[in-house]
């Protein structure tokens, strides 16, 4: 089961590999230069996916954690920690090249913005989710506690999604899940779309060969304990 | 000063049609350098973005290299 989940994996995380590849190209040689931002908007098709797999890896940390402190699983706990590793990877990306863009777009890395401040608290949390960990007199505490951590972090995906709206600051709305349906131009669309599905097979990918690894790895601390 | 009005007319023509052209030209160079600019944002996005993907895949290596390790000692 273990080795299955390790090839599917690689396999996964391959063709997320491919698939972004193929978005690269679409990015500088297919898509059309934005009319109003110009060449700095395609930072957007790093941006957005980044922050799309930022929200479904802490939306997965959510849940795994959820399922933990209800049956003890302890493979839920390791999905939890392996989706909480790639979402800080991911958040930290959208955090950089979030204020590349500001600086072309607001002549600011970073303003005190509520959607750019949530992240960067969203960030944090699954920074302390980690920290949390090891930082209790028994693992075991440490990952209850932990799960605690990844449930409430989770309460800020709605929260940064509907900041645009609610507190109307310099971020732009979102061009595709916004009321009244997709704004951007079909070809910004589509990379953006070929783009999403890159970065998720990678993640997804790679998160289930770390679960591979620290599930194999916890088999053989269990087998050197007994 | 009705001898040097048409020069003053004249001179104020000229100046109306070359100041917007000094103007569009300096806004070009400027346009030019943000471009650049906006070039550098855009592939050091893409750079440290995958470096940080690298990283990560490279992190995961390490352990799974770490448990090959335990495994062999078994």
Do not use: C
Not at chain 1, 160 to 171: A, D, E, K, P, T
Not at chain 1, 187 to 213: C, D, H, K, N, P
Request: glycine share 8%.
């Amino acid at each position: 089961m273990n080795a299955r989940t390790g090839w599917f994996g690689i396999g996964m995380a391959l063709a997320g590999v491919l698939v972004s590849a193929y978005t690269l190209w679409m990015v500088f040689f297919w898509v059309p230069t934005e009319v109003s931002m110009g060449i700095v908007q395609r930072i957007f098709y790093i941006h957005v996916p980044s922050a799309w797999v930022a929200f479904l890896a802490f939306g997965i940390v959510a849940v795994s954690s959820a399922v933990y402190l209800w049956l003890g699983d302890e493979r839920a706990d390791i999905a939890a920690l392996s989706a909480a590793e790639g979402g800080i990877i991911f958040t930290t990306i959208v955090l950089i090249t979030g204020p590349l863009w500001g600086k072309i777009a607001w002549n600011a890395y970073w303003t005190g913005e509520p959607r750019l401040t949530l992240t960067l608290v969203l960030g944090f949390i699954y920074v302390g989710y980690l920290m949390v960990r090891n930082a209790t007199d028994t693992p075991e505490r440490g990952k209850r506690f932990a799960a605690v951590v990844g449930i409430v972090g989770a309460l800020f995906i709605p929260l940064i999604h509907m900041s645009v709206y609610w507190f109307r600051g310099l971020h732009p709305d979102p061009v595709i899940l916004n009321p009244e349906g997709p704004t951007a131009d079909p070809e910004i669309q589509t990379t953006l779309y070929v783009g999403l599905l890159g970065f998720t097979l990678l993640f997804l990918g790679l998160m289930a060969l770390r679960y591979s690894v620290e599930r194999a790895h916890r088999t053989l601390e269990l087998r050197e304990a007994a | 000063m009705t001898r040097r009005l048409p020069i003053l007319l004249v001179l104020a023509a000229i100046g109306l049609v070359l100041v917007p052209d000094a103007l569009l030209a300096q806004n070009q160079n400027l346009g030019a350098q943000r471009l650049g600019r906006a070039y550098l944002h855009v592939f050091a996005s893409y750079a440290i973005g995958w470096a940080l993907i690298f990283g990560w895949v490279v992190y995961i290596a390490r352990r799974l290299r770490a448990v090959e390790r335990k495994l062999d000692r078994e």
